[in-house]
């Protein structure tokens, strides 16, 4: 590939496109409410918010100096992140808060691209950061489902007009700022019929002496939030 088919490129990815119409961005947050909410649609979708959960505690590992030995997905949609370093430490509770917060945190920086009007670029950061996941999973089930969902941005991104990039980019967005907020309070339910005793809070209760249920509040507070400035983004309010 010469230099100017890698311009050309580079400005794809990085150009601006037109915003959609606010029917289609209603649409899109319609279709996401649909596979969120009712519990045999959120069976399956919901693998997709382990895959952001999941490599949320990843990335955060990697950022804070520790080693990512491998990432599980399970067809159950729980997971696993093994990562080694210090038991104890800031690197150790921000990897451990990062499962949580990463679907709706994920959800606020694509409405944020969206709302630049830079639908191919966040359909490009989206796949970059599943490739580079696929290589740190350690199960057949969990490479399956990271390819799959990077196949779709990929093919999206690649094959597809403005109309459907933006249907498509739009409804994953909603999606993981809807996503995000569902598992936090199935977690507290969880907890409060004396399950889940080994979560993400009480982890993160262990590592700072900090109740439990003042994680639980952080994790609400964060996906809420990010919900309602994502969503604000996204219908350009």
Request: charged share 10%; hydrophobic share 50%.
């Amino acid at each position: 590939m010469n230099s100017t088919s890698l311009g050309a490129l580079w400005d794809r990815i990085t150009g601006t496109q037109p915003p959609p119409d606010v029917w289609l961005v209603v649409v899109a947050a319609t279709a996401a409410l649909a596979v969120t909410g009712p519990h045999v649609l959120w069976r399956i979708s919901r693998n997709a918010v382990t895959i952001a959960h999941e490599g949320g505690h990843g990335l955060v590992a990697l950022l804070t100096g520790r080693r990512l030995d491998g990432i599980r997905l399970h067809s159950d949609t729980s997971g696993l992140t093994v990562s080694r370093g210090r038991p104890t430490g800031l690197g150790m509770i921000l990897t451990a808060a990062a499962g949580y917060t990463a679907p709706s945190l994920l959800g606020l920086g694509g409405a944020w691209l969206l709302a630049a009007h830079r639908v191919t670029l966040l359909l490009w950061v989206a796949t970059a950061l599943l490739v580079a996941m696929l290589v740190m999973i350690r199960n057949a089930y969990g490479a399956l489902t990271v390819v799959v969902t990077g196949a779709a941005f990929l093919l999206v991104s690649w094959l597809t007009g403005p109309d459907v990039q933006s249907a498509f980019a739009y409804s994953a967005v909603w999606f993981l700022l809807l996503g995000g907020v569902r598992p936090v309070f199935e977690l507290q339910a969880k907890r409060r019929h004396g399950g889940a005793p080994d979560s993400d809070v009480d982890q993160l209760s262990r590592l700072t002496h900090v109740p439990a249920a003042l994680w639980l509040f952080l994790f609400h507070a964060v996906s809420l939030c990010s919900l309602i400035g994502g969503g604000r983004w996204l219908l350009g309010l």
